[in-house]
């Protein structure tokens, strides 16, 4: 294992004074992920054309980003019933600098191993939240010349279509260039505070996300489920692979001819069946997917330019694994369809209403990251499956080129999956799934054999 030295450790604040004061939160960003989300970009040894000095370029430029994004420098704060605000006390972003003995190929491919831990800056959940920055970022200089950009930024102030927003504006900033976008940062929009009208008739209320997912038949907890060792793979899809996939669902008797289904809906239901069958489910088990939509343009009047928050929502399709294995692939692709298709403006205003109206809103709150056995498990017999194939997740330029790589960072628990485009491959996408060590040979061969 390459050893990493941590060389020095800054705190970054605003470069101009900015706005303080408590700052609420929606009810949107109380719940869910309300840790942080770590991702990595990796890049070639800056060319001489490069004349500046890197650790500088990052740093000054992130100190002016953080006038435009300043909650990002503040803090978390508990308030009573399980709910916290954003205290925008210009604290600050913790920016790492470390050297390592690596070298770019011994990443080659990517995927998240114990090397790849340790170029991702650590957030030690043991500390108070008041004390814990929203963003950290680790510069590590690899032997070869290489650079390697760990970012982890909380998931409980933004999600990752504003985590994105953030980043590449503050490599535009390190590019000499103009701030494109600016951050929208009132969340009174989506009602944070604020009680909500009254509804002409009360709305049928269908939010399956606010159930606590289902257990493996015969457990009463998940307690058990949630001990078993975990493994990570980057598994590959083709283009040709996800046509054979996509035309399978679209000429079966579920697709909507006016339509068809999308990469997504595809790719997931295929996800869910081969983890039912490698997971060896009795049929009537009954199996949850999670499923994270934005909202950002389902909203009327649709989301401002830049809203900078969590806009996006967790639905659950449902199902049975004898259901969901018995039948064709575009059954799991409809199941999915039709979840997505209900998040319309009265869906997410009544779930906000639901949610402001919860004496305690922990059991929302996916706080296993923290320790704890409460909240939503989206391990065994369930999934959560993200889509990263339309976020603006790749091209970020600090002034010494393009990323040759961008990813997530470890993510360690049973069920948590990624959807996301291949860089090297047009119409190719990746999947990064974490599943049970007992599951993943099985999952793997289903994977490519059910093609």
């Given at each position: 294992?390459?050893s990493?030295?941590?060389?020095?450790?800054?705190?970054?604040?605003?470069?101009?004074?900015?706005?303080?004061g408590?700052?609420?939160?929606?009810?949107?960003?109380?719940?869910?992920?309300?840790?942080?989300?770590?991702?990595?970009?990796?890049y070639d040894?800056?060319?001489?054309s490069?004349?500046?000095?890197?650790?500088?370029?990052?740093k000054?430029?992130?100190?002016?980003?953080?006038?435009?994004?300043?909650?990002?420098?503040?803090?978390?704060?508990?308030l009573?019933?399980?709910?916290?605000?954003?205290?925008?006390?210009?604290a600050g972003v913790t920016?790492?600098?470390?050297?390592s003995e690596?070298?770019?190929?011994?990443f080659?491919?990517?995927?998240?191993?114990?090397?790849?831990?340790?170029l991702?800056?650590?957030?030690?959940?043991?500390?108070p939240?008041?004390?814990?920055?929203?963003?950290l970022a680790?510069?590590t200089t690899l032997?070869?010349?290489?650079?390697?950009?760990?970012?982890?930024?909380?998931?409980a102030?933004v999600d990752?279509?504003?985590?994105?927003?953030?980043?590449?504006e503050?490599?535009?900033?390190?590019?000499?260039?103009?701030?494109?976008?600016?951050?929208?940062l009132?969340?009174?929009?989506?009602?944070?505070?604020?009680?909500?009208?009254?509804?002409?008739?009360?709305?049928?209320?269908?939010?399956?996300?606010?159930?606590?997912?289902?257990?493996?038949?015969?457990?009463?907890?998940?307690?058990?489920?949630?001990?078993?060792?975990?493994?990570?793979?980057?598994l590959?899809?083709?283009k040709?692979?996800?046509?054979?996939?996509?035309?399978?669902?679209?000429?079966?008797k579920?697709?909507?001819?006016?339509?068809g289904?999308?990469?997504?809906?595809t790719v997931?239901?295929?996800?869910?069946?081969?983890?039912?069958?490698?997971?060896?489910?009795?049929?009537?088990?009954?199996?949850?997917?999670?499923?994270?939509?934005?909202?950002?343009?389902r909203?009327?009047?649709?989301?401002p330019p830049?809203?900078?928050?969590?806009?996006?929502?967790?639905?659950?399709?449902?199902?049975?694994?004898?259901?969901?294995?018995?039948?064709?692939?575009?059954?799991a692709?409809?199941?999915?369809?039709?979840?997505?298709?209900?998040?319309?403006?009265?869906?997410?205003?009544?779930?906000?209403?639901y949610?402001?109206?919860?004496d305690?809103?922990?059991?929302?709150?996916?706080?296993?990251?923290?320790?704890s056995t409460?909240?939503?498990?989206?391990?065994?017999?369930?999934?959560?499956?993200?889509?990263?194939?339309?976020l603006?997740?790749?091209g970020?330029?600090f002034?010494?080129?393009?990323?040759?790589y961008?990813?997530?960072?470890?993510?360690?628990?049973?069920?948590?999956s990624?959807l996301?485009?291949?860089?090297?491959?047009v119409?190719?996408?990746?999947?990064?799934?974490?599943?049970?060590?007992?599951h993943?040979?099985?999952?793997?061969?289903?994977?490519?054999?059910?093609?």
């Open positions: 294992m390459a990493i030295i941590f060389k020095d450790t800054h705190t970054v604040v605003p470069a101009e004074q900015t706005w303080t408590r700052f609420p939160l929606a009810e949107w960003d109380q719940v869910g992920t309300i840790t942080h989300v770590p991702t990595v970009y990796f040894k800056p060319s001489e490069f004349q500046g000095n890197v650790v500088e370029t990052l000054n430029s992130l100190s002016r980003a953080l006038v435009h994004f300043y909650p990002m420098a503040g803090r978390l704060r508990w009573p019933r399980g709910r916290f605000e954003l205290n925008c006390n210009t920016f790492i600098e470390a050297e690596a070298v770019l190929t011994d080659n491919d990517y995927s998240p191993t114990p090397e790849f831990e340790k991702m800056p650590q957030v030690n959940y043991k500390n939240i008041e004390t814990i920055p929203l963003v680790q510069l032997k070869c010349g290489g650079l390697s950009l760990g970012v982890n930024i909380s998931h102030v990752g279509q504003s985590a994105l927003h953030f980043l590449s503050w490599g535009r900033i390190a590019r000499g260039e103009p701030i494109e976008i600016v951050p929208f009132d969340r009174k929009i989506l009602w944070a505070g604020k009680p909500l009208p009254p509804f002409a008739s009360p709305p049928r209320f269908d939010h399956k996300e606010f159930e606590q997912p289902p257990l493996l038949i015969g457990e009463t907890d998940n307690v058990e489920e949630r001990k078993k060792k975990t493994t990570v793979v980057m590959k899809l083709s040709s692979q996800l046509e054979k996939l996509k035309s399978r669902v679209n000429t079966s579920y697709a909507d001819p006016a339509r289904f999308t990469r997504y809906e997931t239901g295929h996800v869910w069946r081969c983890a039912c069958k490698a997971r060896g489910h009795s049929p009537e088990q009954p199996t949850a997917l999670g499923i994270c939509v934005d909202i950002r343009n909203m009327q009047p649709p989301l830049g809203y900078f928050g969590n806009a996006t929502l967790d639905v659950v399709a449902a199902s049975t694994s004898g259901e969901l294995i018995s039948n064709e692939l575009g059954f692709a409809e199941k999915i369809s039709k979840a997505i298709k209900n998040v319309t403006n009265e869906y997410v205003m009544i779930g906000i209403e949610l402001k109206n919860q305690d809103l922990k059991k929302f709150q996916d706080l296993h990251a923290l320790g409460e909240g939503p498990f989206y391990g065994n017999p369930n999934l959560g499956l993200v889509s990263w194939l339309t603006p997740m790749y970020l330029d002034g010494w080129g393009k990323e040759v961008m990813g997530p960072g470890t993510h360690d628990f049973d069920g948590d990624l996301l485009t291949n860089q090297n491959e119409g190719s996408v990746i999947l990064a799934t974490c599943l049970q060590v007992a993943m040979e099985a999952f793997k061969k289903h994977f490519y054999e059910d093609i």
